[in-house]
């Protein structure tokens, strides 16, 4: 039997989940429902059919060494230096697991879906296995409850057995009036975005329908081959690749596809409204979560990450809150959160980039006021045993003043250790580094006073976390 590998694609911008999602920390990495992660219950649930150390995670550099590194860390990953949708992604994925010498069987699964009948998840998880051995591609096919225009759908034929089904055609996301014929006709899926099929097939169809990206594919394996690191060789060639999809540009031309229809309490938690849908409601049919106070108010998604918010008399409304944005959308109008992200890109706003708390691998900064006139406030937080990189900017000079810890300072060539209550000043141009050799969390307040205030004034010269 052929070993069984999960490649969880993880490398979106969960933009329709704004303002919690964030380009710097999309939805795979937040907890919307339960205690872990989208990504961490998306691994967790293949267990015990595969294991964590075939677990391989394809996603953005800037996450995997950003604000998601922790979540990262224990798993296998290869990053894309550049977007270029699920056909090169699941290429890439396919050559790497070949080039460790083996053709195994791939799980290929979305980072940021739910699915609340696990059990039965891993049952037809089972059979997709068993057909991904005999040289099916396989999908996941959803039993439809409504005429949703928002999904792809697929088309079946009769059963190659009893529970897998032979796909005689993909639609993408048709008009309302379409979705209800396809619902009225039956034998029309959903399609999940969820695969299995071996390294080999796959790769084989790829270079069937897309000849382009096999021949890069092919180029990378060959330079990893030669000896250059894998990674190294993606960054190097991966930026040619088309941007398709796996669905259109090879399920859809496929005559190896099959289906596995699934009842298994599936959510791609697309939208607010999805988030409703799927969270423990109150008697009234509220989701409420935070600091709320929710006054004769049905049907309603209220959700507070920092300051109380307070509804009364409001019905099936959508209300997220963070330390630095509002979203109040109808229930039914929460698909539209994307025009919103996209108005923010426009104007040049960072509210769709970052939250003001930004995770990073030795820790976090959250901005506590920004103002015009040339000044940021920030206060930082060192892990014990963590240090930032040895770095410098350009355009702005910084204060550090310690408020709990001890700090140790490479400021120029002078190393000074600072506590509670004392202060250090880092001008512009200087090459510095805090670091927080103790037991404890350290905690300071940093002051920048300069012409220009972004993150990307800063030049590094050392950094234990290879940014």
């Excluded at 998306?42 to 995670?57: D, F, G, Q, Y």
């Excluded at 050559?95 to 059990?119: N, Q, R, S, T």
């Excluded at 008399?313 to 109040?328: H, P, S, Y």
């Excluded at 959160?337 to 939250?355: F, N, P, S, W």
């Amino acid at each position: 039997m052929s070993e069984v590998h999960a490649v969880i694609l993880a490398g979106g911008s969960g933009s329709r989940l704004w303002p919690m999602s964030r380009q710097h920390l999309p939805k795979q990495f937040l907890v919307l429902d339960g205690e872990a992660s989208l990504l961490q219950t998306t691994i967790e649930r293949l267990s015990p059919t595969i294991e964590a150390k075939n677990v391989l995670i394809v996603t953005q550099e800037a996450h995997a060494k950003g604000e998601a590194y922790h979540a990262l860390l224990p798993y296998q990953t290869l990053f894309e230096p550049i977007g270029r949708n699920t056909a090169p992604a699941i290429a890439l994925a396919a050559a790497y697991l070949i080039a460790e010498g083996d053709d195994p069987i791939m799980v290929v699964l979305p980072a940021d879906h739910i699915i609340k009948d696990e059990a039965r998840f891993r049952a037809h998880l089972d059979s997709a296995i068993r057909a991904a051995q005999d040289g099916k591609l396989v999908t996941f096919g959803i039993q439809p409850t409504r005429p949703d225009t928002g999904f792809g759908y697929i088309k079946v034929r009769q059963a190659n057995d009893a529970h897998v089904y032979e796909v005689e055609r993909f639609t993408e996301k048709p008009d309302l009036a379409t979705a209800e014929r396809f619902l009225k006709e039956g034998d029309y899926y959903w399609n999940s975005g969820m695969f299995v099929w071996s390294a080999s097939v796959i790769l084989a169809e790829i270079k069937r329908h897309l000849p382009a990206v096999y021949q890069i594919v092919q180029t990378i394996l060959a330079e990893s081959r030669a000896g250059v690191a894998f990674q190294q060789a993606v960054e190097k060639h991966f930026a040619t690749m088309p941007s398709i999809s796996i669905d259109y540009g090879v399920l859809e031309k496929s005559d190896r596809v099959s289906l596995i229809p699934c009842d298994i309490g599936w959510n791609d938690v697309g939208s607010w409204q999805a988030v409703h849908e799927i969270s423990a409601k109150d008697e009234n049919g509220n989701v409420l979560q935070g600091n709320v106070i929710a006054v004769g108010c049905k049907n309603s998604l209220i959700r507070a990450e920092k300051r109380l918010v307070a509804a009364i008399g409001v019905e099936n409304l959508c209300v997220v809150e963070t330390a630095d944005a509002v979203l109040i959308s109808r229930s039914d109008q929460t698909q539209r959160v994307r025009e919103v992200v996209d108005a923010l890109q426009q104007k040049g706003a960072t509210e769709h980039i970052y939250h003001t708390k930004v995770n990073r691998p030795w820790g976090s900064y959250t901005v506590l006021e920004e103002d015009p006139e040339g000044f940021k406030l920030k206060r930082i937080e060192v892990a014990p045993g963590a240090r930032l990189s040895l770095q410098s900017h350009k355009q702005r000079s910084e204060h550090w003043v310690v408020v709990s810890g001890t700090a140790t300072v490479t400021n120029g060539d002078e190393v000074t250790t600072v506590h509670k209550n004392q202060s250090t000043y880092i001008p512009i141009g200087a090459k510095h580094r805090l670091e927080n050799r103790g037991i404890e969390p350290l905690h300071i307040v940093e002051i920048q006073v300069g012409d220009y205030l972004g993150e990307d004034d800063i030049q590094r010269y050392e950094d234990h976390y290879g940014r």
